[in-house]
């Protein structure tokens, strides 16, 4: 049912198989309302949507069960149908059951369904939440035993911000052999700008089903949310937004909302944007400027799915969503989910890429290739060597190329009277192991100096405050520690210095000596005897 092409952070571009037809994901499905349609479901397609959504319950009110719903829509591509759900969270209950839900999206043909949850919201007690739990479970269990194999069943994850009922949900949902998943509740929490709460819902339910199984979003929207909801590992994800916000009078922009009446320009060059302007726009009839601004958000919506595509096949899906969650201050605090799901993220990032890695935020130290660099060196990089020379990272790459490497490498190798090194002077019988310490990679010994992503890196090289790089200090102190140097040098400057003195605090026992540049020849010789 789904194909990983290509992955990156827990975001994928894959296919998602239905009866209708195959579908590419990351996708934003439209929601289109069965009976009025304000934007033409061929104008859809015709954008490039090739699957929609839309509300199974009003489908039944309106027209029974007796017609296929790719005839209602007039639409051949897949379909995914919504069982109600919606109508539950707004009126508290619809007038049918949810075994009579079931069995009518799988006669009227939905490519994608979803059992008639009981959605939890956001701020509902938790005993409540607890009970909406279990009634969503009971009608996914009843789904489940119809046998229906030519619907893709979604299973519908609820307990909003109640993360442990998150995680019960999906566990006891993986259990019932779900293979597609669907988080449910997010609307309410990114209309209060609850983006943090949002990404650690996703990922708790994400650390349950595997990264195999594909993962809808309900009622993600905005093109705000897209970045992050696919790069924690969701690969659908539908919204009304575009013609809601239409409504309003609302324009959207990729890093936020405008109102209509408030722009002097329309920052944008899609189609409708192109053809007119915002004192045109704001005269046309209510009718037609509902349906202008729908399409433009559309357009909006798209651009944002198809970057995110881009930024996941190019390996960048990290820096393409730092700077998405720059634009909103409740957006930026979900860096801290990032950071604290490195090991999660780091199952889909491949272990190399084409292009050099962006670092210029101390958020950048979590990023999955070097949290597995630092790993890689601190667990597998042995040393018989007894004193480690720590220099400060040189902007030459590789390490063995830089003007300082070389010249400390002559003076090593004149102490020990031996003129037989290689030429990168890793074959040499000294004591001296030569590394260079990082804000973003940690330790980086000269024999993995060229080993991606030591070498593959562009980083900001001035006003680093290397106190917001604890992950460097803890690499330090555990590679000297692994490798048992009873001698450490370290070369330091006025701004590294005050930072890296807490090696010297953490590493009881060993001979840790700070020296300038100028110094560092004339203190390695003194150190060595020379």
């Not at 827990?10 to 309302?33: K, M, N, Q, Y």
């Not at 594909?214 to 905005?222: C, Q, R, T």
């Not at 944008?268 to 601004?293: F, N, Q, W």
């Not at 000294?430 to 940690?442: D, H, W």
């Amino acid at each position: 049912m789904f194909e990983i092409r290509h992955s990156d952070l827990a975001g994928r571009i894959g296919r998602l198989r239905t009866r209708h037809g195959t579908v590419e994901t990351p996708a934003f499905l439209p929601v289109v309302h069965p009976v009025r349609q304000e934007v033409e479901v061929s104008e859809l397609e015709r954008m490039g949507f090739d699957m929609l959504i839309t509300n199974a319950y009003i489908t039944l009110k309106e027209y029974g069960d007796v017609r296929d719903i790719h005839d209602i829509l007039n639409y051949s591509k897949p379909i995914m149908t919504d069982s109600g759900g919606y109508q539950v969270l707004v009126y508290g209950s619809v007038d049918v059951d949810s075994l009579t839900m079931a069995r009518f999206q799988a006669r009227i043909g939905s490519d994608v369904a979803v059992p008639l949850d009981k959605p939890t919201g956001f701020g509902l007690p938790r005993g409540k939440a607890e009970q909406y739990v279990e009634l969503t479970l009971k009608a996914a269990e009843e789904a489940m035993m119809m046998g229906d194999r030519s619907t893709v069943w979604a299973a519908p994850i609820q307990g909003g911000e109640h993360l442990d009922l998150v995680e019960y949900s999906s566990r006891r949902l993986l259990e019932m052999g779900y293979e597609f998943f669907a988080l449910g509740s997010p609307t309410e929490l990114m209309e209060a700008y609850e983006f943090y709460t949002l990404a650690r819902m996703i990922v708790t339910a994400r650390t349950v089903v595997p990264l195999s199984k594909p993962m809808h979003l309900f009622g993600a929207g905005h093109p705000l949310t897209i970045p992050l909801a696919v790069a924690l590992g969701c690969d659908t994800f539908d919204s009304a937004s575009y013609i809601l916000y239409a409504k309003d009078g609302r324009y959207m922009l990729p890093s936020g909302t405008a109102c209509i009446d408030d722009l002097g320009y329309l920052p944008c060059i899609c189609p409708v944007c192109s053809s007119t302007d915002a004192k045109e726009l704001r005269e046309m009839s209510r009718d037609e400027r509902i349906a202008r601004i729908a399409l433009h958000n559309l357009y909006t919506i798209k651009r944002e799915v198809d970057g995110v595509k881009q930024a996941i096949v190019e390996g960048r899906l990290w820096e393409y969503v730092v700077q998405r969650s720059l634009a909103h201050p409740r957006l930026a605090e979900v860096l801290q989910v990032l950071k604290d799901s490195a090991e999660y993220l780091e199952q889909c990032t491949p272990v190399f890429k084409d292009r050099a890695l962006f670092l210029s935020l101390p958020v950048d130290q979590y990023r999955p290739e070097l949290t597995r660099f630092r790993r890689l060196v601190c667990s597998n990089v042995r040393s018989d060597r007894k004193m480690l020379l720590l220099l400060k990272e040189p902007e030459e790459h590789p390490f063995y190329t830089s003007s300082k490497y070389r010249s400390v490498r002559a003076a090593i190798d004149t102490m020990a009277g031996d003129d037989n090194t290689s030429s990168h002077g890793r074959d040499n019988a000294g004591s001296v192991q030569i590394a260079y310490y990082s804000p973003f990679l940690g330790v980086v010994p000269e024999e993995l100096s060229d080993l991606y992503p030591a070498s593959h890196t562009v980083r900001v090289r001035h006003g680093l405050v290397y106190d917001e790089f604890p992950t460097m200090l803890e690499a330090i102190v555990q590679f000297v520690r692994s490798n048992g140097f009873s001698k450490v040098l370290v070369e330091v400057d006025d701004e590294s210095i005050r930072s890296l003195r807490m090696v010297r605090d953490a590493l009881q026992g060993v001979d840790v000596e700070y020296v300038n540049s100028d110094e560092l020849i004339e203190c390695l010789s003194r150190s060595r005897g020379g």
